[in-house]
């Protein structure tokens, strides 16, 4: 069981999953506002569902899903979860304890990290209880002529040289972040997000944004279109305008055909920005009106 808000790259892997298995992919739905419908959710989980995947804070409309409650549901019918932290670990507080799910996955480069590199969570006793998915060296404990055992956690899954150099790097990253706070990054993206969603409503009227209207139930993105003009055209732009955006379907195409669009413009924010920036999208927004006479 997956969702129709997740990323491609937790869709595509469970596809070729499916592929090779004979197992069948289904979608807990969105409704209008954004948000999971878990009431049709209920109908999905059977005996026959081993793993819900989902990710915990949508990166096109921000949701912040129900973690414990979607995990009870495929706890109820035995199935293991895993959780795509991706967008969250960077900007929410997070403890794998309290969301209660056997995996949990996140990215470095997300977080003012380098790329190429992130982190897999999981329960002790599943890891325990997997093979290797990589042979080579140091995942062995002991290598006979047909067969070898296997080094302890978490040697077994890390076959070859590790990525050292980048570990390093995210290692600084998260240390960090953690100085700062993750509380504290919350709350300047809560307070920036309801300044950028109020602003863009009150200068551009006919403006649609994507996903809860709340701040305080979402992450710091703000998926929109303005009417009439192509959200690559909006990206262009703001570009020369010195404002950096994202257009496109942000890896999310089954997301795409939910909301009926090809595409969305996205403003998204971290850390770094600060409420100046949210004027200077409005501003350049004003830019692209003009341009195409939709003022």
């Known amino acids: 069981i997956l969702t129709g808000m997740e990323h491609h790259s937790n869709i595509v892997p469970w596809q070729l999953l499916a592929q090779a298995t004979g197992s069948k992919l289904k979608y807990i739905p969105i409704d ?3 948000f999971l419908d878990l009431a049709a959710a209920d109908a999905l989980f059977t005996r026959r569902t081993k793993i819900l995947a989902f990710t915990h804070m949508s990166n096109v409309l921000g949701t912040i899903n129900p973690v414990p409650d979607l995990v009870r549901r495929a706890r109820a019918v035995g199935a293991v979860v895993l959780v795509d932290g991706a967008q969250s670990a960077p900007h929410l507080p997070v403890s794998v304890e309290e969301l209660g799910g056997d995996f949990f996955v996140f990215s470095a480069h997300k977080m003012l990290g380098p790329t190429g590199i992130g982190v897999l969570w999981a329960r002790r006793e599943l890891l325990e209880a997997m093979d290797p998915f990589l042979g080579g060296g140091d995942m062995i404990s002991e290598v ?4 070898s055992t296997w080094n302890e956690l978490p040697y077994k899954f890390e076959a070859g040289t590790p990525n050292i150099a980048d570990a390093v ?5 998260v240390d960090y972040l953690e100085k700062v706070g993750r509380e504290a990054v919350r709350r300047h993206e809560t307070t920036i997000t309801a300044a950028a969603m109020e602003a863009l409503k009150s200068a551009f009227p006919n403006i649609v944004l994507y996903g809860p209207t709340d701040a305080a139930r979402k992450g710091g993105v703000v998926a929109f279109n303005l009417p009439g003009v192509h959200p690559h055209d909006v990206g262009t732009i703001l570009d020369r305008e010195g404002v950096a955006i994202r257009a496109g379907h942000h890896c ?4 795409m055909k939910r909301l009926d669009v ?10 770094y920005n600060d409420l100046d920036e949210v004027t200077a999208l409005v501003e350049a927004l004003k830019k692209v009106e003009t341009i195409f006479g939709k003022k």
Not at 252 to 255: E, K, P, S
């Open 32 to 34: 209008d506002a954004g």
């Open 144 to 147: 006979g002529k047909n067969s």
């Open 169 to 173: 790097a995210f290692g600084a990253a």
């Open 252 to 255: 999310c195409q089954v997301l």
């Open 262 to 271: 090809p595409a969305t413009a996205r403003a998204s924010f971290y850390l």
